[in-house]
């Protein structure tokens, strides 16, 4: 019950393009959905997140849609640049504890020129 | 705002030795966290201190480890008798205890047991 399973692993994308990684929890409790980007040897930089209220949130080129009823919430990347290949994680945690995150596997992106 | 900071940035140990690493949270962050992350996985929580008391240790942390937040500022992370198993990067994390207040990782600490 404390899962967060992310797909796909992996992603290549041309540039240009859009980069849609998905998030599924079983959680209930959850109600703060962040996702973070990780380059090799460097720890997660927070992108966004989003709270249960509402159903998309959109910060530049990056946005989360989650669907409450589903239990999924998904990360899409518009325009998508090479600048953007990294690892993706999706989180969960309570919004009273942001620290104690339960994070997906990771999807690692590869936008090619 | 200069980040969390953590030392050392690999550490390289052998099987049974007691290693150390430190993390300097963002200095008003009143919450700190550590995680281990292994290759190809999301980080896992360890434990986590409110100013200096540590109000939650997760399964995952054995008593080899133990983790001080002394005067709630900087923590340390200690491995005691270290496994290969322990062989992994470990991050540390802050935020303020504050609903929706987002975490910020360091660079964490890369450690190697042969």
């Known amino acids: 019950q404390q899962q967060v399973k992310q797909s796909p692993q992996s992603l290549i994308v041309q540039k240009g393009g859009i980069s849609i990684i998905n998030c599924a929890y079983e959680?209930?409790?959850?109600?703060?959905f962040p996702w973070y980007q990780q380059f090799p040897g460097k720890g997660p930089a927070l992108l966004i997140a989003i709270r249960p209220d509402v159903s998309e949130k959109k910060e530049g080129r990056f946005t989360i849609s989650f669907n409450k009823s589903a239990k999924q919430f998904s990360l899409h990347i518009m325009d998508s640049q090479p600048g953007d290949s990294a690892t993706y994680f999706c989180a969960a945690s309570k919004a009273g504890n942001t620290g104690k995150l339960i994070f997906g596997q990771g999807t690692t992106l590869q936008v090619k020129p | 705002d200069t980040g969390v900071s953590q030392n050392p940035r690999h550490k390289i140990t052998k099987r049974g030795q007691n290693v150390t690493f430190r993390c300097d949270p963002i200095s008003e962050h009143n919450r700190l966290y550590w995680y281990r992350q292994t290759l190809g996985q999301g980080p896992e929580f360890l434990t986590y201190f409110q100013n200096e008391a540590q109000l939650e240790k997760s399964r995952l942390l054995s008593d080899r480890f133990s983790a001080e937040r002394p005067k709630g500022s900087f923590s340390t992370l200690e491995i005691q008798r270290t496994e290969q198993g322990d062989s992994a990067m470990y991050l540390c994390?802050?935020?303020?205890?504050?609903?929706?207040?987002?975490?910020?990782f360091g660079n964490g600490t890369r450690l190697t047991v042969t």
């Open positions: 994390a802050s935020t303020l205890s504050r609903v929706n207040s987002p975490l910020h």
């Open positions: 959680n209930t409790a959850f109600d703060y």
